[in-house]
């Protein structure tokens, strides 16, 4: 009885963690990683049988693709929407600084505006600068920046979303 018990605990536990998990996504925290321990985590408590090594590489190969694609999708958008490498460099800068100061005047949504918004406002900054002008040129640098973060933002939330369901169909 206590080892059914036991289990149902650990499954509501892992349940809540990757919920927190899948969460901490979009506002910037490495809820991916994460998720990937806790599919170790779960994969060692059953024995590997669930979840096997195999399993475990595919997971942690997309998490380490989601985080490749978030490092470049910003500065690709920038540069697609007509931004030089200033603009781009100005979105990563920007989306940076805007997280912190986001988070320190409204933690968690803060952190969440603050990394779209920050990749927008440097973008646009940086770009202005280079131009010697605020334009639309600028601005279109500063919503490229912008759909690169949301588009970033997307795409490791499906990663996540992804290993979350392949953990909970192969352990409940």
């Excluded at 978030?70 to 781009?88: N, Q």
Aim: hydrophobic share 65%; with cysteine.
């Amino acid at each position: 009885m206590w080892q059914s018990v036991l289990k149902a605990l650990g499954l509501i536990l892992l349940d809540l963690g990757m919920l927190a998990c899948l969460l901490a996504v979009p506002i910037g925290l490495p809820g991916n990683w994460v998720l990937l321990g806790l599919a170790l985590l779960a994969a060692w408590a059953g024995h590997f049988q669930a979840i096997g090594w195999l399993t475990l590489a595919v997971m942690a190969g997309l998490v380490v693709l989601a985080e490749v694609v978030e490092a470049f999708l910003g500065a690709a958008m920038t540069r697609r929407y007509g931004a030089s490498w200033w603009g781009a460099l100005g979105a990563f800068a920007g989306g940076i600084l805007g997280v912190i100061l986001g988070t320190l005047a409204l933690p968690v949504l803060g952190s969440v505006a603050g990394a779209f918004l920050g990749a927008a406002a440097g973008a646009a900054a940086l770009e202005a600068w280079r131009l010697r002008r605020m334009d639309g040129e600028a601005m279109r640098a500063g919503w490229g920046a912008f759909v690169g973060k949301v588009l970033a933002a997307l795409f490791k939330s499906a990663v996540g979303v992804g290993i979350a369901i392949v953990v909970v169909m192969r352990t409940h």
